[in-house]
């Protein structure tokens, strides 16, 4: 059985950083795209940042240069280190991967959450003003 579990969520002042991990267990996911969505209260959810069993990183414009994917598949995890955090990046945060080893991380944005097949139970993220 496949699980996708993070960690890391917690509440923030706005300006400040936090990390999050996600480790898969189950499968390996070595060579496949994974990345993070997220979803605020009364919103859709929506990609974040994705990145390439390579290494190669892709983001939402909105946290650009704030937020940063990285990989270590030695620990078959994946993390998404937040920081300058605004209180519009509260929500539930989501790691996610396709089922198919040819979906590129930089599709992940394009296709969406209904092209993931695997889930976590997300962690949430609050930032107060």
């Known amino acids: 059985q496949v699980q996708l579990v993070e960690s890391g969520g917690g509440l923030v002042q706005a300006g400040g950083s936090l990390r999050l991990s996600c480790a898969a267990h189950?499968?390996?996911?070595?060579?496949?795209?994974m990345g993070w969505f997220r979803q605020a209260p009364g919103k859709e959810r929506e990609f974040v940042a994705a990145?390439?069993?390579?290494?190669?990183?892709y983001y939402a414009d909105s946290v650009k240069g704030r937020f940063t994917v990285s990989r270590d598949n030695a620990k078959n995890t994946i993390y998404l280190q937040l920081n300058s955090l605004k209180p519009e990046d509260t929500a539930v945060y989501y790691c996610?991967?396709?089922?198919?080893?040819?979906?590129?991380?930089?599709?992940?944005?394009?296709?969406?959450?209904?092209?993931?097949?695997?889930w976590g139970e997300g962690t949430l993220v609050t930032v107060s003003s």
């Open positions: 189950g499968r390996t996911f070595n060579n496949y795209a």
């Open positions: 990145i390439n069993w390579s290494g190669s990183t």
């Open positions: 996610a991967a396709p089922d198919e080893i040819s979906v590129p991380a930089q599709a992940m944005g394009v296709i969406g959450p209904r092209g993931m097949a695997y």
